[in-house]
């Protein structure tokens, strides 16, 4: 068993950090886990929040749905509510049959009809990487006028979970709900609270704890004092407060870094050599040891070079000469940034204002708590994306599609992932700047604490020991 780790810059490596995350202390490694009891979580936003494009990003989510594949600890594909999958025409068409046996939380069966209507209603939020998707008895079938050789991990992601359609449904809860076939049912809903309950009756077992309940919109401030009042089993630690985190000797566990710090450029009419100007202006080194105390890696690349190869290759250097050249003797449009997020992104983005007004750019940094429409129309976003998967073609499928990118990547090696790449990124509507890792201040009860392949505590395989 893995527990309690805070890595430091000597770990090298995505794959070999993702294996030996969590380390636990051989007493903790000899407590067998047990059923029972309520784990309080609190988190600082909204646990069912989606992204700028509508992608389902909060940690509840996958409490309560599943998704036809899914991606172990390392990111390597696995089986999930689909048993297997198999393509042909040029990975134009695939083919997922769905494991047998398995409900919803409202006792009605998965079947393929259900799965389509649920992708279906995904398709109206956000782009979908297929053209056609039907029922073939007890299989789901996609098919599309281009090869999509990553579809089984794209269909892994957060976007494509699967719940039961609310017109179809005879759950007698609330239309508010959200019925899967995870494992937790949803019980209560409320804006600072939520309630979930053990499904006894989940296709890979019953969680461990009885419950979970998560309370929203809670300061880190508060939820240290609560985790210190033994109110709280566990609560957020941001990159920037790993530091003071240690020096009061919280219980932290902490992933590897697998959150993408990136600028995205909205404005389409801004010049490309002002969006090249942004790009030289930025100062990772300075986000890197000042705002997020030298947490994470510093990343001119989309990927981490432990993870493709190659990320030495892009230059991380702020170059504020070749900014001013770049820029010229255009005056450059006043520019909104917006932040995506929450905690030590706002003071990123005031700090990325200083960098760029070096430049000769005016950014005005707007005030945190913006709705998403606002910060979609925002000229400049600072965003976090999600690192899934293990292999370069298929994680850079999946950082493009969080931007809007729908494009299948058909790379056969790193050397063909790294011409996408640099190709993507000469258009400086991306400005990678820091992988940074997510973190958890744990409560003394608390064993067993696992993150999935984006850095996400696994919930249902956590478990409380006895007392109170």
């Given at each position: 068993?893995?527990?309690?780790?805070?890595?430091?810059?000597?770990?090298?490596?995505?794959?070999?950090?993702?294996?030996?995350?969590?380390?636990?202390?051989?007493?903790?490694?000899?407590?067998?886990?047990?059923?029972?009891?309520?784990?309080?979580?609190?988190?600082?936003?909204?646990?069912?929040?989606?992204?700028?494009?509508?992608?389902?990003?909060?940690?509840?989510?996958?409490?309560?749905?599943?998704?036809?594949?899914?991606?172990?600890?390392?990111?390597?594909?696995?089986?999930?509510?689909?048993?297997?999958?198999?393509?042909?025409?040029?990975?134009?068409?695939?083919?997922?049959?769905?494991?047998?046996?398995?409900?919803?939380?409202?006792?009605?069966?998965?079947?393929?009809?259900?799965?389509?209507?649920?992708?279906?209603?995904?398709?109206?939020?956000?782009?979908?990487?297929?053209?056609?998707?039907?029922?073939?008895?007890?299989?789901?079938?996609?098919?599309?006028?281009?090869?999509?050789?990553?579809?089984?991990?794209?269909?892994?992601?957060?976007?494509?979970?699967?719940?039961?359609?609310?017109?179809?449904?005879?759950?007698?809860?609330?239309?508010?709900?959200?019925?899967?076939?995870?494992?937790?049912?949803?019980?209560?809903?409320?804006?600072?609270?939520?309630?979930?309950?053990?499904?006894?009756?989940?296709?890979?077992?019953?969680?461990?704890?009885?419950?979970?309940?998560?309370?929203?919109?809670?300061?880190?401030?508060?939820?240290?004092?609560?985790?210190?009042?033994?109110?709280?089993?566990?609560?957020?630690?941001?990159?920037?407060?790993?530091?003071?985190?240690?020096?009061?000797?919280?219980n932290v566990v902490i992933s590897p870094p697998q959150t993408l710090l990136a600028l995205?450029?909205?404005?389409?009419?801004?010049?490309?050599?002002?969006?090249?100007?942004?790009?030289?202006?930025?100062?990772?080194?300075?986000?890197?040891?000042?705002?997020?105390?030298?947490?994470?890696?510093?990343?001119?690349?989309?990927?981490?070079?432990?993870?493709?190869?190659?990320?030495?290759?892009?230059?991380?250097?702020?170059?504020?000469?070749?900014?001013?050249?770049?820029?010229?003797?255009?005056?450059?449009?006043?520019?909104?940034?917006?932040?995506?997020?929450?905690?030590?992104?706002?003071?990123?983005?005031?700090?990325?204002?200083?960098?760029?007004?070096?430049?000769?750019?005016?950014?005005?940094?707007?005030?945190?708590?913006?709705?998403?429409?606002?910060?979609?129309?925002?000229?400049?976003?600072?965003?976090?994306?999600?690192?899934?998967?293990?292999?370069?073609?298929?994680?850079?499928?999946?950082?493009?599609?969080?931007?809007?990118?729908?494009?299948?990547?058909?790379?056969?090696?790193?050397?063909?992932?790294?011409?996408?790449?640099?190709?993507?990124?000469?258009?400086?509507?991306?400005?990678?700047?820091?992988?940074?890792?997510?973190?958890?201040?744990?409560?003394?009860?608390?064993?067993?604490?696992?993150?999935?392949?984006?850095?996400?505590?696994?919930?249902?395989?956590?478990?409380?020991?006895?007392?109170?």
């Amino acid at each position: 068993m893995l527990r309690r780790f805070v890595p430091d810059s000597a770990i090298a490596g995505f794959l070999v950090a993702a294996c030996a995350m969590l380390l636990i202390a051989p007493a903790d490694a000899r407590t067998r886990p047990h059923y029972g009891g309520t784990l309080r979580i609190e988190v600082e936003g909204d646990p069912l929040q989606r992204d700028l494009l509508q992608r389902p990003e909060g940690l509840a989510w996958r409490l309560v749905l599943d998704g036809l594949t899914d991606l172990d600890a390392q990111g390597a594909l696995r089986s999930s509510l689909a048993e297997r999958w198999a393509s042909d025409n040029n990975d134009q068409r695939w083919q997922f049959w769905l494991r047998s046996g398995v409900s919803f939380q409202n006792s009605r069966p998965l079947n393929a009809l259900a799965v389509v209507t649920s992708l279906q209603e995904s398709c109206r939020l956000i782009a979908c990487p297929w053209t056609g998707i039907h029922v073939v008895g007890q299989s789901v079938v996609f098919t599309s006028e281009s090869p999509m050789p990553n579809l089984p991990h794209i269909l892994a992601g957060n976007e494509f979970l699967i719940r039961q359609s609310a017109d179809t449904s005879t759950d007698v809860l609330a239309a508010e709900m959200i019925v899967g076939t995870g494992p937790f049912r949803m019980k209560e809903v409320s804006r600072d609270k939520m309630r979930f309950e053990a499904n006894d009756d989940c296709w890979r077992g019953r969680p461990f704890v009885d419950a979970v309940e998560i309370s929203s919109h809670r300061s880190i401030h508060d939820q240290w004092i609560d985790l210190s009042q033994n109110k709280a089993d566990m609560v957020e630690v941001h990159p920037n407060d790993l530091r003071q985190a240690r020096q009061q000797r919280l219980n932290v566990v902490i992933s590897p870094p697998q959150t993408l710090l990136a600028l995205q450029v909205n404005n389409a009419g801004l010049a490309p050599q002002l969006r090249a100007a942004l790009a030289a202006a930025v100062d990772r080194a300075a986000l890197f040891q000042v705002i997020f105390q030298k947490e994470g890696e510093v990343s001119a690349s989309l990927l981490p070079s432990s993870l493709s190869g190659y990320g030495f290759l892009f230059p991380a250097g702020r170059d504020l000469n070749h900014a001013q050249a770049l820029r010229g003797g255009v005056t450059p449009p006043l520019l909104t940034l917006s932040v995506e997020g929450t905690g030590p992104m706002q003071l990123a983005a005031e700090r990325l204002a200083l960098n760029l007004h070096d430049a000769g750019f005016t950014v005005r940094v707007a005030a945190p708590g913006g709705n998403a429409q606002a910060i979609r129309h925002a000229d400049l976003v600072l965003r976090t994306l999600r690192l899934q998967s293990a292999t370069p073609a298929t994680s850079l499928e999946s950082i493009l599609r969080s931007i809007g990118e729908n494009k299948p990547i058909v790379a056969s090696d790193a050397a063909a992932a790294y011409q996408v790449e640099h190709d993507y990124l000469e258009q400086n509507t991306i400005i990678p700047l820091l992988y940074l890792p997510r973190a958890w201040g744990l409560g003394d009860r608390v064993r067993d604490v696992y993150f999935n392949s984006s850095g996400v505590p696994d919930i249902a395989n956590i478990s409380l020991e006895e007392g109170p």
